[in-house]
């Protein structure tokens, strides 16, 4: 138990210190490649509708208990050369699913080239962040997909993989970069193959219901966490309400309208994909303008949620030990 504190502590100092480095191989990545391979191989010889769908159950259900497993393994042989190896390997592998450095990272990228007046490049490099078209963005408009984009992974790539370390950490046995791995990979499944449209209808059917059962909770936790934070929590939670339910999504309307309603500001609208125009409900009052100063307080929101539950993990363990 102790373990698994210094575990969540030290996977929460890496990602803030190094974050994802450039070249480094990343978990996320062999997911990706075992995504792609299986695609491939069911579009080429499952082409009925149920064949396809159970295709993709057997994708979800494998990549999603494999990734827990063979993270267990490593650990565990890590653990039978050297207790301390564990420790380091399992913060790594733990650090590599949470995203919130990352996130600030994408942000300023595209901030820099923005504010220094470069619109062109600032449209050029937020494409490589996002699936709309980004060529014809106005300022305004790539301001609002980078908020949409730092609030909406807030939740799915920093909050839930969190939550998800925490309650492996209290699973004897099981420990919590295997958990955390297990959603990493429901979600990596999600934004690959999790999409209505074809040629993954029916074969991400089930990756794209499962990421949003994964991710109910943790999202709602993080809705509350945020709106005590801001210190209007009725307030929040009734924009929540209001606007968050009329995104299809069950989650990232949830996540951006905290946001949204925290900062003052208005996310949502019309987005273009490969030149089809696709509407997404407005979420939020449009009080106050999307600046970098706006984003900027929607990092410091995310850090500040994330130290708070891990804070009160550490708590837990602490009393929990001194029973």
């Known amino acids: 138990m102790t373990n698994n504190i210094y575990i969540l502590i030290f996977a929460a100092i890496l990602d803030y210190i190094i974050g994802d480095p450039w070249g480094w191989p990343h978990p996320v990545q062999v997911m990706g490649w075992g995504i792609s391979l299986f695609t491939k191989v069911a579009g080429k010889y499952f082409h009925h509708s149920l064949s396809q769908r159970i295709?993709?159950?057997?994708?979800?259900i494998v990549l999603i208990?494999?990734?827990?497993v063979v993270g267990?393994?490593?650990?565990?042989?890590?653990?039978?050369?050297h207790p301390v190896l564990a420790i380091v390997l399992e913060s790594i592998i733990l650090a590599s699913c949470?995203?919130?450095?990352?996130?600030?990272i994408a942000a300023i990228n595209v901030l820099k080239p923005l504010t220094a007046g470069n619109l062109t490049e600032a449209r050029d490099t937020l494409s490589n962040y996002v699936g709309r078209d980004t060529k014809d963005l106005s300022e305004a408009e790539v301001l609002r997909a980078i908020l949409e984009t730092v609030t909406e992974n807030a939740t799915d790539g920093v909050m839930a993989p969190l939550f998800y370390a925490?309650?492996?950490?209290?699973?004897?046995?099981?420990?919590a970069a295997p958990l955390a791995l297990a959603y990493k990979a429901s979600s990596t499944l999600d934004s690959m193959v999790g999409y209505k449209e074809a040629p993954y209808t029916y074969l991400g059917?089930?990756?794209?219901?499962?990421?949003?059962?994964?991710?109910?909770?943790?999202c709602r936790l993080t809705v509350i966490t945020l709106a005590l934070l801001?210190?209007?929590?009725?307030?929040?939670?009734?924009?929540?309400?209001?606007?968050?339910?009329?995104?299809?999504?069950?989650?990232?309307?949830?996540?951006?309208?905290?946001?949204?309603?925290?900062?003052g500001v208005q996310m949502g609208g019309t987005n273009w994909y490969r030149g089809v125009a696709k509407h997404k409900p407005l979420l939020g009052d449009d009080i106050y303008p999307i600046t970098p100063d706006t984003i900027e307080s929607a990092l410091q929101l995310t850090r500040y949620c994330f130290l708070i539950?891990?804070?009160?993990?550490i708590a837990i363990f602490l009393i929990h030990l001194n029973r």
């Open 55 to 60: 295709a993709g159950i057997f994708l979800s």
């Open 65 to 68: 208990i494999g990734s827990a």
């Open 72 to 81: 267990w393994l490593i650990i565990y042989i890590a653990r039978w050369l």
């Open 98 to 104: 949470f995203a919130l450095k990352s996130l600030r």
């Open 166 to 175: 925490i309650v492996g950490a209290f699973i004897p046995f099981v420990g």
């Open 205 to 218: 059917w089930f990756s794209a219901r499962l990421e949003d059962y994964l991710t109910w909770v943790p």
């Open 230 to 263: 801001s210190g209007k929590p009725l307030h929040v939670w009734h924009i929540c309400s209001r606007d968050g339910v009329k995104d299809p999504s069950p989650n990232s309307g949830w996540s951006e309208c905290a946001y949204a309603a925290i900062l």
């Open 309 to 313: 539950w891990l804070g009160v993990a």
